[in-house]
C-alpha cells in the first residue's frame, strides 16, 4: 500500500545548466517571489528553459518521462515556476534586489524595467490589474481558456506522462504564492495544492491557508520543511497573546455545538500541548483527503530544518533521533509532540452527527492507556 512519490524540483542542476546552454533564458534565471513567507524573495539562480524553443520542450517532456517511469506519483516543487515562472536578471550585481523587482515571465506584456519578456507574455495588459504589485496573486485578474491552456503546457506534459505510466499522483507543493494563472491551471487539471495551517490569516476568511477553505483534492499540514516546527509556533503565539485567537478558531472547527466551544478554547489557551493536538485535529476534520506530516511536527523538534534563502552547514541538516520512540514519548509529556490518537478522536468528534463516536472513544481510551 506504500507509495513512493519523486520530487520534481524546480531548479536543474549546474551541470544540466552549462551543457544545455542554449535551452535556457540567457538574461534571467528563476526565483521566489516576495511573499508572506519571505517579503524579499529568494534569488534561486535556476535556469529559465525557453518557452519558445521546441528542444527545450523536448528537453523537459524526456525529463518529465523519466522520473514518471520511476516513482509512483510526483510532488511539484513550487509549481508557479512551470505555470507562472518569477523571473529575474541574473546578471544584476545585487541578486537580492534584483529578484524583489522581478516579474513573472507570462504576464508582463508592458513593463518598463522588463522589456525581453513582452514576447513571452500570455495575460494581456487589460487582464492585469496595475494597483496591485506585480507578485501579487491578483496581478492577473481574468485569462481566457484558450491562454489557461497555453500556461498549463507543462503540467499538461506531467499530467499526459504520469497517465501513460498508470499514474495520476500529483501533489503540488503551492505554499506562499497562489497566482491566478496557476490556481486556474490546478483547477483545470483537478489537481491540489498544500494548505499550511500555521499560516492562516485568521482574519481573511477567505484565506488559502484556512483548513475551511482546503478541497478534497488538497494536501493539508501543519507545517513543511520550510516553516518553523508547529510547538515553537505555538510557543509563539502564546509569547505574542494571540493563542487565545487560534483557540477561538480551533473550537469553531473542532466542536459542532456552540455551547460548548468557549470552554474548549479556553482549554486550548491555557496549554501548548492542547493547542498543538488541537492543530493536529483540525488537519483530519478538513475537507482534504491528504494529510502531510513533516517529521518536526511529529516528533516534536524545536530545530529548524530549512531557513528559506540561507546557505549554511546546518540548513537541511536536521534528523530524526535514533531514540525516535523514546523522544516521540518524552515529547508528547511536554506537549510538543503531535499526539495521534487524541487529534484523529477530535477529528472524528468534530463531525456532527458522526457515526464514529465509538471508534473516538475507543481512540481516547488508548491514548489514556498509553499516558
Not at 522581478?102 to 490589474?129: C, F, M, V, W
Not at 490569516?201 to 507545517?223: C, F, H, K, Q, V
Not at 466542536?255 to 488537519?283: H, I, K, N, Y
Request: a neutral charge; charged letters at 25%.
Amino acid at each position: 500500500g506504500w507509495k513512493v512519490f519523486g520530487d520534481l524540483q524546480i531548479g536543474l542542476s549546474l551541470r544540466d545548466r552549462w551543457r544545455r546552454d542554449a535551452l535556457f533564458l540567457d538574461r534571467y534565471a528563476l526565483g521566489a517571489p516576495p511573499s508572506r513567507t519571505d517579503p524579499l524573495g529568494q534569488p534561486w539562480g535556476y535556469g529559465v528553459l525557453r518557452p519558445d524553443s521546441p528542444d527545450a520542450r523536448a528537453f523537459f517532456r524526456a525529463r518529465i518521462h523519466k522520473v514518471a517511469r520511476e516513482y509512483d506519483g510526483l510532488r511539484i516543487d513550487h509549481p508557479h515556476g512551470l505555470v507562472c515562472p518569477w523571473v529575474y536578471d541574473r546578471t544584476a550585481p545585487d541578486a537580492l534586489r534584483a529578484v524583489a523587482q522581478g516579474a513573472r515571465l507570462h504576464e508582463s506584456p508592458n513593463l518598463s524595467d522588463h522589456r525581453p519578456l513582452t514576447k513571452y507574455a500570455i495575460a494581456r495588459a487589460d487582464q492585469i490589474d496595475p494597483t496591485v504589485p506585480r507578485h501579487a496573486d491578483a496581478w492577473v485578474r481574468a485569462l481566457d481558456p484558450d491562454q489557461i491552456e497555453r500556461y498549463a503546457q507543462s503540467i499538461a506534459v506531467v499530467v499526459d506522462e504520469l497517465a501513460a505510466a498508470g499514474s495520476h499522483e500529483i501533489a503540488c507543493e503551492v505554499l506562499s504564492t497562489a497566482p491566478f494563472p496557476l490556481v486556474e491551471v490546478l483547477r483545470r487539471y483537478a489537481l491540489g495544492r498544500f494548505r499550511v495551517t500555521q499560516k492562516a490569516d485568521l482574519s481573511n476568511p477567505r484565506d488559502g491557508y484556512r483548513s475551511e477553505n482546503a478541497t478534497a483534492r488538497d494536501w493539508i499540514m501543519a507545517g513543511t520543511h520550510d516553516t518553523a516546527p508547529l510547538s515553537v509556533v505555538v510557543d509563539g503565539w502564546f509569547s505574542a497573546g494571540t493563542a487565545n485567537l487560534r483557540a477561538a478558531y480551533l473550537a469553531e472547527r473542532l466542536v459542532p455545538a456552540e455551547r460548548d466551544r468557549s470552554a474548549f478554547a479556553e482549554g486550548l489557551a491555557r496549554d501548548r500541548g492542547s493547542l498543538v493536538r488541537g492543530m493536529c485535529a483540525d488537519l483530519f476534520a478538513s475537507p482534504a483527503r491528504h494529510v502531510l506530516v513533516f517529521m518536526s511536527d511529529l516528533f516534536g523538534l524545536a530545530d529548524v530544518y530549512n531557513r528559506p534563502g540561507s546557505v549554511t552547514e546546518e540548513n537541511w541538516s536536521l534528523r530524526v533521533p535514533n531514540d525516535f520512540e523514546s523522544a516521540h514519548r518524552a515529547h508528547l509529556a511536554s506537549g510538543t509532540a503531535m499526539d495521534v490518537l487524541g487529534a484523529l478522536a477530535l477529528a472524528l468528534r468534530a463531525r456532527e452527527g458522526t457515526s464514529h463516536a465509538a471508534l473516538a472513544a475507543e481512540l481516547e481510551r488508548a491514548r489514556l492507556t498509553r499516558d
